[in-house]
């Protein structure tokens, strides 16, 4: 019913940048809350950054200031610009968002992840 694509991962150096993108497709009513997550390897997955449909966002405290979550609502999408990228930030980047769709249900769709790794 709903695919979350995401792209803009991969190798960079430390103090680099990457823009991560991610786009809702699908029976799309509207969507509330779009997010990333992120998993490094024999960690568990923790929220990054999260933008309500009204623009308010939240951040991890080790990315704030160095990572901005925005989204454009007309295009279902949400990015993730990150800069100042540092080795801890390696990990398998996710895509969520919360959608109501057409049937008025309410779905938490995944993203399938993109690899994101700093080098030091």
């Known amino acids: 019913q709903v695919q979350l694509v995401e792209s803009g991962g991969g190798l960079v150096q430390a103090g680099g940048s990457l823009r991560l993108s991610c786009a809702a497709s699908?029976?799309?009513?509207?969507?509330?809350?779009m997010g990333w997550y992120r998993q490094a390897p024999g960690k568990q997955r923790e929220l990054v950054a999260v933008?309500?449909?009204?623009?308010?966002?939240n951040y991890l405290d080790s990315v704030k200031g160095r990572f901005t979550i925005t989204r454009d609502n007309a295009k279902n999408t949400v990015y993730l610009q990150m800069n100042s990228l540092e080795p801890e930030d390696t990990a398998d980047y996710y895509c969520n968002a919360h959608v109501v769709t057409v049937a008025r249900s309410i779905i938490n769709s995944w993203g399938q992840g993109t690899q994101v790794t700093v080098s030091s």
């Open positions: 933008i309500a449909s009204g623009g308010s966002t």
């Open positions: 699908g029976s799309i009513f509207s969507i509330n809350n």
